[in-house]
């Protein structure tokens, strides 16, 4: 089951993320009981979005069906993979419809992505109007003047159809779900996510799951006033890991080997609990012991994130790039965006905008604008009046690549170990920043009491009297 979709490797690797596993089970329940839960998931690039949703469908459809209940049949489509011309998309997502429908994640789901295939499936149902759904797609996509707008109505309909002819329900969880957006570049169509909440709105039988990795993006569909979908959908953060459970992903993926607690704790504080970054130097510190034999300890650890972030063969590096390549592609105005990109780089605390603007030589209304436009492509972020890169390891790929520094698939012993004590001191640097900030976060705020007793719940003492 899923095979081509969840490969056995993959599923073996997968960790926690139970809560998340839970709001997904809950919406399908809810389905089941003909209440409808939308659900957005919404985090930075490989942070395991997709891995959530594969390993809910694998457990959802290994759970027997209720007596008396509907079934609840997921399906699984990335936008990515989808081709985002009207045409093309809606042969496509009833393609994906009628392929989950009928074969529950087996096989290949791109035997149904042609018309041909579909009107043969459709034929198999023995139902009137799912086949008038897919002869009417066929029709209007002989037309001369193609309606646009329709094959969308068409395909966004074509679920809710399906499962009231079947007696079943669908729960579709949709990917990078903010390419969606992509299909009003066609003047027919208009707003595309308008068309799909105008379709939703008409529902019962159908539940959406979105997932996205273009952060600003998904915020402005989901919980901006101005956006259609404003309020239809619950988001969630999905965010890194906490120490037990990069942990966990460390020892699975370096299969059996022992890994002491201070390297486990080094591996932590370097990749900040990304999953993907984890994986990355865990496989990394694997080929190591098993090539030359080392044993796990911190500067094992070290030496392996340097591999991988410094090196053009690093998968850290090679996602680093692609994140940074493919954001900057989405923004105007690349030469001033990159130089302001590289002063937050370099800078090993978060900056203000009058510091930023002093170091771009530019007015501040001015910066305010390019980081607008940097934050609006997820590659900065505002906290507590200050700027930074919202993803600590790709601010340091980025202060490494500006400084032009790029390793050679196996670097000099010396060469290496001069990188690993330069990092391990950033590291150290940003660590005493971050204490720095908090002691005087702190101090600001006893001079703010000035002298007056506050509740001792406040700084993570019980109340007097308590037990």
């Given at each position: 089951?899923?095979?081509?979709?969840?490969?056995?490797?993959?599923?073996?690797?997968?960790?926690?993320?139970?809560?998340?596993?839970?709001?997904?089970?809950?919406?399908?329940?809810?389905?089941?009981?003909?209440r409808?839960?939308?659900?957005?998931?919404?985090?930075?690039?490989?942070?395991?979005?997709?891995?959530?949703l594969?390993?809910?469908?694998?457990?959802?459809?290994?759970r027997?069906?209720?007596?008396?209940?509907?079934?609840?049949?997921?399906?699984?489509l990335?936008?990515?993979?989808?081709?985002?011309?009207p045409?093309?998309?809606?042969?496509?997502y009833?393609?994906?419809?009628?392929?989950?429908?009928?074969?529950?994640?087996?096989?290949?789901?791109?035997?149904?992505?042609?018309?041909?295939?579909?009107?043969?499936?459709?034929?198999?149902?023995?139902?009137?109007?799912?086949?008038?759904?897919?002869?009417?797609?066929?029709?209007?996509?002989?037309?001369?003047?193609?309606?646009?707008?329709?094959?969308?109505?068409?395909?966004?309909?074509f679920?809710?159809?399906?499962?009231?002819?079947?007696?079943?329900?669908?729960?579709?969880?949709?990917?990078?779900?903010?390419?969606?957006?992509?299909?009003?570049?066609?003047?027919?169509?208009?707003?595309?996510?308008?068309v799909?909440?105008?379709?939703?709105?008409?529902?019962?039988?159908?539940?959406?799951?979105?997932?996205?990795?273009?952060?600003?993006?998904?915020?402005?569909?989901f919980?901006q006033?101005?956006?259609?979908?404003?309020?239809?959908?619950?988001?969630?953060?999905?965010?890194?890991?906490?120490?037990?459970?990069?942990?966990?992903?460390?020892?699975?993926?370096?299969?059996?080997?022992?890994?002491?607690?201070?390297?486990?704790?080094?591996?932590?504080?370097?990749?900040?609990?990304?999953?993907?970054?984890?994986?990355?130097?865990?496989?990394?510190?694997?080929?190591?012991?098993?090539?030359?034999?080392?044993?796990?300890?911190p500067?094992?650890?070290?030496?392996?994130?340097?591999?991988?972030?410094?090196?053009?063969?690093?998968?850290?590096?090679?996602?680093?790039?692609?994140?940074?390549?493919?954001?900057?592609?989405?923004?105007r105005?690349?030469?001033?965006?990159?130089?302001?990109?590289?002063?937050?780089?370099?800078?090993?605390s978060?900056?203000?905008?009058?510091?930023?603007?002093?170091?771009?030589?530019?007015?501040?209304?001015?910066?305010?604008?390019?980081?607008?436009?940097?934050?609006?492509?997820d590659?900065?972020?505002?906290?507590?009046?200050?700027?930074?890169?919202?993803?600590p390891?790709?601010?340091?790929?980025?202060?490494?690549?500006?400084?032009g520094?790029?390793?050679?698939?196996?670097?000099?012993?010396?060469?290496?170990?001069?990188?690993?004590?330069?990092?391990?001191?950033?590291?150290?640097?940003?660590?005493?920043?971050?204490?720095?900030a908090?002691?005087?976060?702190?101090?600001?705020?006893?001079?703010?009491?000035?002298?007056?007793?506050a509740p001792?719940?406040?700084?993570?003492?019980?109340?007097?009297?308590?037990?």
């Open positions: 089951m899923l095979d081509y979709l969840y490969p056995i490797d993959e599923r073996a690797l997968f960790t926690d993320r139970e809560h998340l596993l839970g709001l997904l089970e809950l919406s399908a329940v809810e389905l089941q009981q003909q409808r839960k939308h659900l957005a998931l919404l985090g930075l690039r490989r942070i395991g979005k997709t891995l959530i594969k390993e809910f469908i694998l457990r959802w459809l290994q027997p069906t209720p007596p008396g209940a509907p079934p609840v049949i997921p399906v699984y990335d936008l990515k993979r989808l081709g985002l011309s045409e093309s998309f809606a042969v496509e009833i393609g994906a419809v009628l392929y989950w429908f009928l074969e529950k994640g087996a096989g290949r789901a791109d035997d149904y992505a042609h018309l041909p295939a579909l009107l043969r499936a459709a034929s198999t149902l023995g139902n009137a109007r799912v086949l008038d759904m897919v002869l009417e797609l066929d029709a209007d996509l002989r037309q001369q003047s193609i309606p646009q707008r329709r094959l969308l109505e068409l395909a966004f309909n679920p809710e159809t399906l499962a009231r002819a079947q007696g079943a329900s669908f729960l579709i969880c949709i990917d990078e779900f903010q390419d969606l957006s992509l299909l009003s570049n066609f003047p027919q169509v208009g707003d595309a996510l308008d799909f909440r105008s379709v939703l709105q008409t529902q019962s039988a159908v539940t959406y799951v979105a997932a996205g990795s273009a952060i600003s993006l998904m915020e402005g569909i919980h006033a101005r956006s259609p979908l404003f309020v239809h959908f619950r988001s969630e953060r999905v965010g890194p890991f906490g120490r037990v459970e990069s942990e966990e992903l460390a020892r699975k993926a370096l299969v059996g080997e022992d890994l002491p607690p201070a390297a486990a704790q080094t591996l932590y504080e370097w990749t900040r609990g990304h999953p993907f970054y984890i994986y990355a130097v865990a496989e990394r510190m694997r080929e190591l012991i098993l090539l030359s034999g080392r044993v796990v300890d500067e094992l650890v070290r030496e392996a994130f340097v591999l991988e972030t410094l090196s053009s063969a690093g998968r850290i590096y090679n996602l680093c790039r692609y994140v940074v390549e493919e954001s900057m592609g989405q923004a105005g690349q030469a001033l965006l990159r130089l302001l990109l590289q002063i937050l780089a370099e800078s090993e978060p900056l203000t905008l009058t510091e930023v603007a002093h170091r771009l030589r530019r007015p501040a209304g001015a910066t305010r604008a390019l980081l607008n436009r940097l934050s609006a492509v590659l900065v972020a505002q906290a507590d009046g200050a700027y930074d890169l919202p993803d390891v790709l601010k340091i790929w980025l202060a490494y690549f500006h400084a520094v790029e390793l050679l698939t196996v670097p000099r012993r010396e060469i290496l170990e001069q990188l690993v004590a330069d990092m391990t001191q950033r590291y150290q640097r940003v660590s005493s920043e971050l204490g720095l908090r002691e005087s976060q702190v101090r600001e705020l006893m001079l703010a009491f000035a002298g007056r007793q001792g719940r406040l700084f993570g003492q019980p109340a007097r009297g308590a037990g």
